[in-house]
Nanobody, 124 residues
Framework: QVQLVESGGGLVQAGGSLRLSCAASGRTFRGNAMGWFRQVPGKEREFVATINWTGDDKPYADSVKGRFTISRDNAKNTVYLQMNSLKPEDTAVYYC?????????????????WGQGTQVTVSS
């Protein structure tokens, strides 16, 4: 089994920045893709960004492109999401996820493991 633990969420003013981290433990899979998703109450979980094993392919949702940056440190089994120029509409619970195989991975059903989520709130 794989455990994913997110951290770094919180309350920030519009225009501010936050950095989310997601640490993986347990059985990890070499070559896996990692992703970030977000969800607000009453809506489906939506794709934010994903990153391949080598870190050289990083697709983003249009809504965050140019503001968010995903990265990973495989030696630490950790993936990051740097969020800049935050907007109130970025307010959500952010989840990291791991896909055992395959690339690219944009849909929730394509991921095998999920973290518990971390709340990000952006005030106007």
């Amino acid at each position: 089994q794989v455990q994913l633990v997110e951290s770094g969420g919180g309350l920030v003013q519009a225009g501010g920045s936050l950095r989310l981290s997601c640490a993986a433990s347990g059985r990890t899979f070499r070559g896996n893709a990692m992703g970030w998703f977000r969800q607000v109450p009453g809506k489906e979980r939506e794709f934010v960004a994903t990153i391949n094993w080598t870190g050289d392919d990083k697709p983003y949702a249009d809504s965050v492109k140019g503001r968010f940056t995903i990265s990973r440190d495989n030696a630490k089994n950790t993936v990051y999401l740097q969020m800049n120029s935050l907007k109130p509409e970025d307010t959500a619970v952010y989840y990291c996820a791991l896909a055992k195989s395959g690339w690219p991975r944009y849909r929730t059903i394509e991921y095998d493991y999920w973290g518990q989520g971390t709340q990000v709130t952006v005030s106007s």
